[in-house]
């Protein structure tokens, strides 16, 4: 469907929404709080992979499904971004395209070095 996990363009880099899959692209099954740590790790990975690392990532969007996750998926947030604290949003939407997924997660990074 013409889609890339991430794009570099000069300094700048988009990650999709990610999803929280394991390494064979299954969903992981389990809580908001794990379902967000496996998100946050494949974006982080994704941004590595383009030559920048976590404190270059400036912003994140997250989309859960259920009002009452968000603490949980705030924690999770918290805990990778405890030194750098980019510009974040967290919205409630109807669904996501697995009804088994709570989280979804996109972000962007300004390499500057």
Avoid: N
């Avoid at 971004?81 to 395209?97: D, I, N, Q, S």
């Amino acid at each position: 469907m013409g889609f890339s996990r991430a794009v570099r363009r000069g300094s700048r880099i988009a990650v999709s929404g990610t999803a929280p899959l394991d390494e064979e692209g299954e969903t992981v099954v389990g809580d908001a709080y794990e379902q967000a740590k496996r998100c946050l790790e494949i974006i982080l990975a994704a941004v590595e992979g383009l030559g920048g690392t976590i404190d270059d990532i400036v912003r994140t969007r997250i989309y859960v499904i259920d009002a009452s996750d968000w603490d949980a998926v705030g924690r999770a947030h918290g805990e990778f971004f405890r030194e750098t604290y980019p510009a974040a949003t967290m919205v409630v939407v109807k669904g996501l395209l697995d009804p088994r997924w709570r989280v979804e997660i996109e972000a962007e990074a300004e390499v500057l070095s």
